[in-house]
């Protein structure tokens, strides 16, 4: 049976299909308000953007969805989890900072912003899943207590998982640091032929796993913690994953980690899949590079498998930018997450959520 996908685009010619206005109505269409009950605490779960990103969700389009919560009598907070690696958003006093710098604040947003795994990422809640990797998974306390979710996600680029979606903003959105910690199993090791001993990748490793001898990088595989940070720094393409064994594995993690963070919230999520300034990465790094595909629409359904398989699909569609980091697959059809990182397989989280039943891959997507 197919799952109901809604679809608008960012075509207007008047008021009444701003967009704005289309937030509204996919929140409508998609049967959001039938999720949450009068006073329920209700978690709008997105992304803030790490400091000097800005290609994360608009804060004037998370007011709609906060208003739509209010209407339903519930109380809407914004949320997110704090970060495996150093950065703006590493504990919960500087990821408030970020979100108010970023336009998340009461005035504009119209909801308080919480934290969920609190101050240094401690506040935690064990899920029990029984899944292939993990029996049980450790999920921000705040987020495994709401009682209603609507889950936001700026759909785009990433360095290993291909892209990042509902599910991703589930799986790591939603977990503490040891939770992505969890999911992170790969490990990246040096290329001695191509580094250069420049030290880019020592310069950004969270954990000081990383020193340079003989003019060649040195990963400690003990203290790494797999956060990928070296590779999207190295200059010279010098590090490296085990792309056919270890990222397979981390795609199912990922899925796993997704279905903790919503077991127990069964017809109580909904979300919204953001196809608006499609980067190359995610919005964790600390720039935006330039958009791989024109910008698309905004997709909603209580189906995270068929709403991140819809996205990847309406991504692959485009004609890709040639100017962008996209370099292959620029034709309708190809796989534009491919043509910037070009070992990655992202549809293979979509493929492994449907197999541990979150939702399923195949969708109608309905135009509004």
Known sequence: MKSPVYFASLRASSEHESTTAKVQRLFDRAGFADLIAPHDKTAVKLHFGETGNDGFISPVFVRQVVEKVKSCGALPFLTDTNTLYLGGRS???????????????YAVAGAP??????????????????????S????AGDIATADSMIVLSHFKGHIVAGFGGALKN????CAPPEGKRAQHNARPFTIAENCTGCASCMKVCPKDAIRVVAKKSVIDQELCIGCFECMHACPDQAIDIDWETEIPEFMERMAEYAYGAVKEK???VGYMNFLIRITPDCDCFPFSDAPIVPDIG??????????????FDLVNQQQGSTDSLLTTHHHPGGDKFRGVHEQTDGFRQVLYAEEIGMGTRTYELIKI
Not at 298 to 311: C, H
């Open 91 to 105: 504990n919960a006093v500087e990821h408030i900072q970020t979100a108010i710098l970023h336009g998340f604040d």
């Open 113 to 134: 912003v919480i934290i969920a795994d609190g101050l240094n990422g401690k506040n935690i809640q064990e899920v029990t899943i029984n899944k292939k990797h993990f």
């Open 136 to 139: 049980k998974v450790s999920i």
């Open 170 to 173: 589930l799986a790591m959105g």
């Open 266 to 268: 069964e017809k109580k």
């Open 298 to 311: 905004i997709l909603a359904s209580t189906d995270p498998v068929a709403i991140d398989a819809a996205s």
